[in-house]
């Protein structure tokens, strides 16, 4: 079955930093564009950033602007989220999807629902502490 597993969660103080790692299993991971997703307790699940398929083009919500930054490994077989300067509010289970571009990106932007999406991990926990 096609998944995604991310990795690389854990706590962190404010200020601090962290590198989530997403790999796909079961399937060729650079026919795909890549999002980044969160989901804060009693929240709705939320865009972070957005990867083409090509890694031409790349997307972050204005949360995540100048402290997240979306690459792809050597190998294109991971997608990387590095995450600096943490606050508090980043404080969530942490996904990633994979699917067309178009698709992505508009469920990044929130222009579609984040369910319109084939490819799921099952999310990686990020606490900052204040």
């Known amino acids: 079955q096609d998944q995604l597993v991310e990795s690389g969660g854990g706590s962190v103080q404010s200020g601090g930093s962290l590198r989530l790692s997403c790999a796909a299993s079961g399937f060729t991971f650079n026919y795909y564009a890549i999002g980044w997703f969160r989901q804060a307790p009693g929240k709705e699940r939320e865009g972070v950033a957005y990867i083409s398929l090509d890694d031409s083009s790349t997307y972050y919500v204005d949360s995540a602007k100048g402290r997240f930054t979306i690459s792809r490994g050597d190998a294109k077989n991971t997608v990387y989220l590095q995450m600096s300067g943490l606050k508090p509010e980043d404080t969530g289970v942490y996904f990633c999807?994979?699917?067309?571009?178009?698709?992505?990106?508009?469920?990044?932007?929130?222009?579609?629902?984040?369910?319109?999406?084939?490819?799921w991990g099952r999310g990686t926990q990020v606490t900052v502490a204040p």
């Open positions: 999807a994979a699917d067309w571009a178009g698709t992505v990106l508009a469920a990044v932007k929130g222009d579609v629902n984040y369910t319109y999406l084939a490819i």
